[in-house]
């Protein structure tokens, strides 16, 4: 029997995250920033409209509770809002005060949904008299798919009974909102919480834009390196070549050496190059010093053999 194949990589779940780590979070923040953002707004406006209608109908006890949980919508879009700006500016102190305001935002979208269910099955005949009250002599207008079907006028009977439907169809749903609303505010704040993560790592990808760009004809390369040879096509990037050196220098030097009367180095005597033998005047003596008397030899000046002392020159 053969075995299995050892499985290759990390495991789904954790290959998953590294591949979602390697991009950048920022556009990820930015949309779920403004979709909390937006879903707080619209929320808010519905209690604070609730509260006049409460107060209308003489429930203090309603009016009460809906302008708590229009403020605490009211803060999440506040939040949200300093959310759009750390994300689109990418700072690390305001990435780190949204990452934690995030967890602050989760913590208040769990508490709405809290406070809903218990005003839903606490004040029921407050919530029911409200409604009542509300829709009695109001027209309803019946509506589906393809626009409306139907419209009738309410009375005090009626009204209770459309009070009664919709308060049992909202028993179920206020609890499927909280628990899909506190999942995707810990959701969201997650996501916040992994921005910071990279901002805070250099080698993410939310960096790159924030890394300072090298000036130069070739940004691409490094300044202690050479650019590539690309003349042919980009020859603005040759460096030219140094001007060529000039003329030889042809002013006299600084210091020359002095020179005898007769135009010899110093310690050289004229009379050295008697008999065509180096320093001396005959073949025993080779040495600097004997001076010896000048070449009587007609003719020019005769080049003296200082290779063999002893013998003759057998050429000369």
Same mark, same amino acid.
């Given at each position: 029997m053969e075995r299995a194949p050892i499985p290759q990589g990390q495991p789904p779940p954790y290959a998953f995250v590294t591949r979602v780590y390697r991009r950048n979070?920022?556009?990820i923040v930015l949309a779920t920033t403004i979709m909390a953002g937006v879903w707080s707004l619209f929320s808010g406006i519905g209690f604070f409209r609730s509260v006049s209608?409460?107060?209308?109908?003489?429930?203090?006890?309603?009016?009460?509770?809906?302008?708590? %949980?229009?403020? /605490?919508?009211? #803060?999440?879009v506040a939040i949200e809002a300093f959310g759009i700006f750390a994300a689109a500016t990418s700072r690390l102190p305001a990435v780190r005060a949204y990452a934690y305001l995030s967890m602050v935002?989760?913590?208040?979208?769990?508490?709405?949904?809290?406070?809903?269910?218990?005003?839903?099955?606490s004040l029921k005949n407050e919530l029911l008299d409200a409604c009542t009250n509300t829709t009695n002599g109001q027209t309803v207008v019946y509506s589906g798919w393809w626009g409306p079907i139907e419209s009738d006028t309410l009375d005090r009977d009626d009204a209770a009974a459309f009070c009664k439907h919709y308060y049992d169809r909202d028993s179920w749903s206020v609890i499927v909102s909280f628990l899909i609303i506190t999942f995707l505010a810990v959701?969201?704040?997650?996501?916040? %919480?992994?921005? /910071?993560?990279? #901002?805070?790592?250099p080698?993410?990808?939310?960096?790159?834009?924030?890394?300072?760009?090298?000036?130069?004809?070739?940004?691409?390369?490094?300044?202690?390196?050479?650019?590539?040879?690309?003349g042919p096509y980009n020859p603005q990037s040759q460096y030219p070549y140094p001007p060529p050196n000039g003329p030889p220098y042809r002013g006299t030097d600084a210091f020359v050496p002095p020179y005898d009367a007769?135009?010899?180095?110093?310690?050289?005597n004229r009379d050295d190059a008697k008999d065509g033998y180096g320093f001396g005047g005959d073949r025993g003596s080779m040495y600097k010093g004997d001076v010896v008397d000048e070449d009587t030899r007609p003719g020019p000046p005769h080049e003296s053999d200082v290779t063999s002392p002893r013998t003759g020159n057998p050429f000369r």
């Open positions: 979070l920022r556009p209608i409460y107060h209308d109908n003489q429930e203090p006890k309603l009016a009460t509770f809906a302008l708590v %949980l229009g403020i /605490l919508c009211m #803060v999440v935002v989760a913590l208040i979208a769990a508490a709405t949904g809290i406070i809903r269910i218990v005003v839903h099955y959701f969201f704040s997650l996501i916040g %919480l992994n921005f /910071l993560r990279q #901002v805070l790592d080698s993410s990808p939310a960096n790159v834009l924030r890394e300072p760009r090298q000036r130069g004809p070739n940004p691409n390369y490094p300044s202690h390196y050479n650019g590539p040879y690309n007769g135009g010899m180095p110093p310690g050289y």
